[in-house]
């Protein structure tokens, strides 16, 4: 009956095909974690900057040779931070601490735990080697050296990695602004009292949650009534901060989904409308092209479920492909089946599911509308088309939740 719907796969072909890179940006290095680096780095010095201390101890000079086992301990210290040019003489030690600069020609470290001092002599209980306990200046990294490919993605470590060389600014692939418009006549704001006939609405809450997850900074959300003017006003307002804009409802079949004709009556490429898929079968995905610029638009079905499998199949990788990241879908495994799936329908059925070890389990209350089983699930089951029965002990495709 679904016949004429496109397959989850040719969707997610033409989606991919319709993606691009959004221009990179230079910004603090403080806010860039979870970007795509948009240039190569270079460290601008050696790491470590200098030869410094790994332990607290004493730093030491051999006179002859490393069986040494005793040594004449100099007056004072050198504490991190320091700045002193000490040279230690043949048979000297100096007391140090971790990240204390070395004297030059300091042959190991000892760690505090292994002397004892007596008369300004440091006997040493074990064995040095040369070198121990030493960092030594550019053992990491020389200074020039390409550190950091284009295409990185920042972690916190490439955060705390770029600090250590001293760089306060970097570029980066702009992440998608993003402006949500939730249609619904129904809809009411948390919070308030909720009268006979009306819901509250879960997905505008539901979508900014899962995009400040995502990184995404610039959010609009914008609440509507089921009116043609204002919804293509609030477009047209959209479109004007956008990269990225979700609808979320009005895109069924109902006499007062009015997105889809929005989409039509305006210059919105139609890239794929309705798919073979529960939840979701309403999806759309359209490109608003103004000669060089171009904007992404979804339409999700209302159903709180819906709206976030169609998030995390469809938009989720779009606003990865435009904030420059490669792998963009979600990563997808197989696992063991905990219990029977009877499909009550020829679409792909996207079921939310809870991993355990090499297993999974497909969680009760399934249906568009039911977010509950959605707040346990992590991963959601991918039930193939024209299968009917998947049996319990059966590998199963599965996408794995990023969040
Ligand atoms: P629609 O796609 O507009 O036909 O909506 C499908 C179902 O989702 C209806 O039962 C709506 O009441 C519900 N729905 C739509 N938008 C929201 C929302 N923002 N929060 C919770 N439920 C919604
Ligand atoms: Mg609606």
């Not at 470590?48 to 210290?77: H, I, W």
């Not at 209980?125 to 200074?143: A, D, L, P, S, V």
Request: charged share 30%; glycine share 8%; aromatic share 12%.
């Amino acid at each position: 009956m679904d016949n004429y719907l496109i397959t989850f796969e040719g969707a997610k072909k033409l989606l991919e095909e319709n993606l691009f890179n959004l221009e990179p940006v230079k910004i603090p290095v403080k806010s860039a974690v979870s970007h795509i680096l948009g240039e190569d780095i270079y460290s601008p010095l050696d790491l470590p900057p200098f030869t410094n201390s790994a332990m607290d101890g004493y730093a030491v000079r051999f006179e002859k040779s490393d069986k040494e086992m005793s040594f004449k301990l100099r007056k004072g210290e050198i504490k991190a931070g320091d700045y002193k040019k000490i040279k230690l003489r043949p048979g000297e030690a100096v007391k140090v601490f971790t990240g204390s600069p070395l004297p030059l020609n300091a042959d190991a470290v000892v760690m505090k735990e292994f002397v004892e001092v007596k008369n300004n002599i440091l006997y040493v209980k074990q064995q040095i080697k040369k070198g121990e306990n030493i960092r030594f200046k550019g053992e990491e990294i020389k200074k020039g050296e390409k550190v950091l490919k284009k295409g990185t993605y920042l972690n916190p470590a490439g955060i705390g990695f770029l600090s250590t060389m001293g760089i306060r600014e970097v570029k980066v692939i702009r992440k998608p602004r993003v402006y949500i418009i939730i249609t619904g006549n129904e809809l009411t704001e948390p919070g308030k009292k909720l009268k006979e006939g009306k819901i509250y609405d879960a997905n505008s809450f539901s979508l900014y949650s899962v995009l400040k997850l995502i990184g995404i900074k610039e959010i609009k959300i914008k609440i509507i009534k089921d009116d043609f003017e204002k919804i293509k006003r609030g477009f047209y307002k959209a479109l004007e901060f956008a990269d990225i804009i979700l609808f979320s409802g009005g895109i069924s079949v109902g006499e007062y989904d009015f997105v889809r004709d929005l989409m039509k009556r305006e210059r919105v490429k139609t890239i794929f409308y309705k798919v073979k898929q529960k939840p979701g079968k309403p999806l759309y995905f359209g490109i608003f092209d103004e000669g060089n610029i171009k904007k992404l638009i979804f339409a999700l079905p209302g159903n709180p479920a819906s709206v976030l499998v169609c998030f995390y199949e469809y938009v989720y990788p779009a606003i990865k492909a435009l904030s420059g990241f490669k792998d963009i879908f979600l990563p997808e495994r197989k696992f063991i089946l905990l219990k029977d799936i009877k499909k009550k329908t020829d679409r792909l059925w996207f079921l939310k599911g809870k991993l355990k070890n090499d297993f999974v389990l497909p969680l009760d209350f399934q249906e568009s509308h039911m977010l509950s089983s959605f707040t346990k699930a992590d991963s959601l089951i991918v039930a193939p088309r024209n299968k009917k029965l998947l049996k319990k002990g059966e590998k199963v495709k599965v996408h794995l939740l990023p969040f």
